[in-house]
């Protein structure tokens, strides 16, 4: 998918990056100053679980194209929707929130775009000598793919751009850049998230790869120094996930009062409608009784929602977890007493695990 001459596609999908969410910058390589744009429509993004390489195959019309003048065609973007976000600390029911306010017919939803990852990635360099992006050249990348992300289809009310996990901590610059973005931050408990998370066949890899960024954000948050992350074992490293993801939903809600709404997903499964009106209300978007009715009962409440051929009840959650505590007992064990001798060594962190 390289750029090709004037008249191909490259010059097609510049034309209707301004226009269309069917020219969809599905990535940017800061390295080679470029962004990679595909061809999609709209039945594509709703079946999408992941935005990123899984969505590209044989066959897809794309083009590698300048980034330089994709920032051009972003500032031509015009009828922006409302753009907002939904964050998460992982595994927490943040896809199938996306799901359900889809079926509202309102919210135009992109689920963990790849261009989310890599900025977040970039600000994490920012200020170092290796950052390949300035502070304002960092601006300049979140404000153009904050522009292309507000586009919709002509039905739709408002965008809703959903994070990866790890993603949450570009949460604050993306609310501080746009004071009409709001944010929907979902997270859960420490023991049910440590026996969702110990539960997963890939679990292990999923927190051993995230583990070196965390526990550095982490370090950050607390002046006493952390064990070294190859000392931890599964259960110590998903409590660590935890707390790090825990500390930045709470400096996010805490930062933008009213603007982010914190949402646990026990609570929510336990009543789906008034959850749901309440992310409704908070978003600015259209409610009434027959559409929250229609999303309390949704086949999406059955099935998995990152891979929806498979089904996934609340009841089978529930089996789930109960099999996870049974099976990863010990870890979650020590999950918990790491957690909460960081607890008795940091008042902040206390009050963070207890929930206070």
């Known amino acids: 998918m390289d750029a090709e001459a004037p008249g191909s596609i490259a010059e097609t999908l510049l034309r209707q990056l301004p226009l269309s969410p069917d020219a ?55 009828n922006a929707r409302p753009l907002h976000f939904v964050f998460h600390t992982g595994h927490v029911g943040s896809t199938l929130l996306t799901r359900l306010l889809e079926e509202g017919g309102a919210v135009f939803a992109l689920r963990e775009p790849l261009p989310l990852r890599t900025l977040a990635q970039a600000h994490d360099a920012l200020g170092r000598f290796d950052s390949l992006l300035s502070p304002g050249a960092f601006d300049v990348a979140l404000s153009t793919f904050m522009r292309l992300w507000s586009r919709g289809y002509p039905a739709m009310h408002s965008v809703l751009v959903k994070a990866t996990s790890a993603a949450g901590r570009l949460a604050a610059p993306i609310l501080a850049a746009n004071a009409g973005s709001r944010a929907v931050y ?37 002046a006493g120094p952390l064990p070294p992350l190859h000392e931890l074992s599964p259960g110590e490293l998903a409590a660590m996930s935890w707390l790090c993801e825990s500390c930045t939903q709470r400096g996010v809600a805490e930062r933008f009062p009213g603007r982010v709404m914190t949402l646990d997903f026990d609570d929510f499964l336990a009543g ?67 957690l909460e001798a960081r607890a008795r060594s940091d008042g902040a962190l206390a009050r963070i695990f207890n929930g206070t």
């Open 272 to 338: 789906v409608g008034d959850s749901m009106l309440c992310v409704l209300a908070h978003l600015a978007l259209p409610r009434n009784d027959k559409t929250v009715s229609a999303m309390s009962a949704s086949p999406a409440l059955t099935r998995y929602s990152k891979a929806p051929e498979h089904t996934y009840t609340p009841e089978l959650r529930a089996e789930i977890l109960r099999d996870s505590r049974r099976d990863n007992r010990e870890e979650i064990r020590k999950g918990m007493a790491w």
């Open 24 to 78: 969809y910058p599905q990535s940017v390589d800061f390295a080679r100053e470029s962004a990679l744009v595909v061809l999609l429509d709209a039945n594509s993004y709703r079946t999408a679980s992941f935005l990123d390489d899984r969505i590209l195959g044989p066959g897809m019309s794309g083009a590698w194209l300048p980034f330089g003048r994709v920032v051009e065609a972003s500032l031509q973007v015009r």
């Open 186 to 222: 979902m997270n859960l408990r420490a023991e049910p998230y440590l026996a969702t998370l110990l539960a997963g066949e890939n679990s292990s890899i999923d927190l051993r790869g995230h583990g070196p960024e965390r526990i550095r954000r982490l370090q950050s948050y607390t």
